[in-house]
């Protein structure tokens, strides 16, 4: 069995009970960062148990710890470093995941990751499905706006994912109260500028054996150079009949 494979499923399991590898601090808080920082992390971890522990791998539950480093083996009461670069880059949201050292025998010992990463932009919906993708192609409506700098640049790059997209951004008055269950254009005095985003695609561009689509494109301020301004689109060939 694959060790990486195995982690998640006794991760609840090795996390119910206590364990005889001690962490410190044994929950790492890494604060709120912004989109696109790193932080460099270190924990301590002590072998509290009468015998050699032996680690074969760490791993980690998300994409935010990267370049792990942890020790080979902790004798009886020896206490020894796991390290990490958390990069938030791509995240956004609560942050709540596990760092796993593996022992040999497949026994885990997770150490709990909290945070939060604060995106300076906002693209609604991060979701964009254009359901039944005719010959002529389609279109959907996206909106962008940033909590930290209302007025911003938005530029989109037409040649990514083969020259599929193409995009017309104009600026707009956005009602966020009901945000991100809701974003609505709107006229009050209130509103936040923002900017209104039609995606067209063009099913010519979508390789010729391919009927569905799932593809990954973004965004770019020069406001925010390592924001993450990104959206998912989904959707399927409409077949000739």
Not at 11 to 31: I, Y
Request: glycine fraction near 8%; charge should be neutral.
């Amino acid at each position: 069995m694959k060790l990486r494979a195995l982690v998640p499923a006794l991760l609840l399991a090795c996390a119910a009970f206590a364990d005889d590898l001690a962490f410190s601090p044994a929950t790492v808080d890494l604060g709120t960062l912004e989109q696109g920082d790193s932080k460099a992390v270190s924990v301590k971890a002590t072998n509290l148990s009468k015998k050699t522990m032996k680690f074969v791998d760490c791993v980690a539950q998300g994409r935010g710890p990267q370049k792990l480093v942890w020790p080979g083996q902790l004798k009886p009461g020896e206490t020894g470093t796991v390290s990490f670069e958390f990069v938030s880059t791509g995240l956004r949201g609560t942050i709540e995941e596990h760092v796993t050292l593996v022992e040999e025998g497949e026994t885990t010992h997770p150490v709990l990751l909290v945070g939060a990463v604060s995106a300076p932009v906002e693209l609604w919906p991060a979701m964009v499905d254009f359901g039944w993708i005719s010959p002529k192609g389609g279109e959907a409506v996206l909106y962008a706006f940033s909590p930290k700098k209302p007025e911003f640049k938005l530029a989109f790059d037409a040649s990514q994912a083969d020259g599929l997209f193409s995009a017309k951004i104009e600026p707009v008055k956005l009602d966020t109260a009901g945000y991100p269950e809701r974003l609505a254009e709107s006229r009050s005095a209130k509103a936040l500028p923002g900017w209104k985003i039609t995606l067209k695609i063009d099913p010519a561009k979508m390789p010729a054996d391919r009927k569905s689509l799932g593809v990954l494109g973004s965004f770019s301020s020069p406001d925010f150079p390592r924001a993450s301004v990104e959206f998912y689109a989904v959707g399927y060939r409409e077949q000739k009949k």
